[in-house]
């Protein structure tokens, strides 16, 4: 069974930035998409960001556009999350997410076109 294993979360204060890493178990992996996801305390888990496999076609949600940027180094088949400009409200547990539905491609902010999750790595951002 693939994993997805996730780095890079910690604690920064409010306008700082912080980058969070994602590689697959198995080096010949291969989704359709791959996407970040958030959940706080206390509300559902959101989307964040989605990357092609390719490492093209970024989308955002509006709460981080201009702000986040979704990158994938296909050499190490390992997708970063970099986080400028961090506000408390973007504390979160952050979880990579991989899909190999077609379907993923239209519908990648859906959480359950994804069938493949890392164990999440929490981001806390002071005030």
């Known amino acids: 069974q693939v994993q997805l294993v996730e780095s890079g979360g910690g604690l920064v204060q409010a306008g700082g930035s912080l980058r969070l890493s994602c590689a697959a178990s198995?080096?010949?992996?291969?989704?359709?998409?791959m996407a970040w996801f958030r959940q706080a305390p206390g509300r559902e888990r959101e989307f964040v960001s989605r990357?092609?496999?390719?490492?093209?076609?970024?989308k955002y949600a509006d709460s981080v556009m201009g702000r986040f940027t979704a990158s994938k180094d296909n050499a190490k088949n390992t997708v970063y999350l970099q986080m400028n400009s961090l506000r408390p409200e973007d504390t979160a547990v952050y979880y990579c997410?991989?899909?190999?539905?077609?379907?993923?491609?239209?519908?990648?902010?859906?959480?359950?076109?994804?069938?493949?999750w890392g164990q999440g790595t929490q981001v806390t951002v002071s005030s």
């Open positions: 198995e080096r010949t992996f291969s989704a359709y998409v």
């Open positions: 990357i092609g496999w390719s490492g093209g076609n970024t």
């Open positions: 997410a991989a899909s190999r539905r077609p379907s993923s491609i239209t519908y990648y902010y859906n959480d359950g076109e994804y069938d493949y």
